[in-house]
């Protein structure tokens, strides 16, 4: 079974890049119509899809988050990673990766989680 791991620090300074990375078990990230997404929750709110990078590469973003956002992948690696530029402290929230079977762009329902890291910004 698809298991998922988030890795990378937990407090980043304003205007500075939140990297994560999610390392996966069980599972290719290449494997046809499985779908690789990362997905925050803020404190005191809901799930917030931000994207997807789809088993051929190809990526789509929350039109909220498109300016600052990059998602890649290490297929040698089965890694995906999240880059996102310019935080502020609204970007303060639990980062989830995540996988479901068959791209859906923008949904938070998912098949597979990663136990989610917490990442605050903060000077």
């Known amino acids: 079974q698809v298991q998922l791991q988030e890795s990378g620090p937990g407090l980043v300074k304003p205007s500075q890049t939140l990297s994560l990375t999610c390392t996966v078990s069980?599972?290719?990230?290449?494997?046809?119509?499985?779908?690789w997404s990362w997905i925050r929750q803020p404190p005191g709110k809901g799930l917030e899809w931000m994207g997807v990078?789809?088993?051929?590469?190809?990526?789509y973003y929350s039109p909220s988050l498109k300016s600052r956002i990059s998602i890649s992948r290490d297929t040698s690696k089965n890694q995906f990673s999240l880059q996102l530029s310019s935080v502020t402290p609204e970007d303060t929230a639990v980062y989830y990766c995540?996988?479901?079977?068959?791209?859906?762009?923008?949904?938070?329902?998912?098949?597979?989680w990663g136990q989610g890291t917490q990442v605050t910004v903060s000077s």
């Open positions: 995540a996988a479901r079977d068959g791209l859906r762009v923008g949904t938070v329902e998912h098949d597979y």
């Open positions: 069980g599972g290719s990230i290449t494997t046809s119509n499985l779908a």
């Open positions: 990078i789809a088993y051929d590469g190809s990526t």
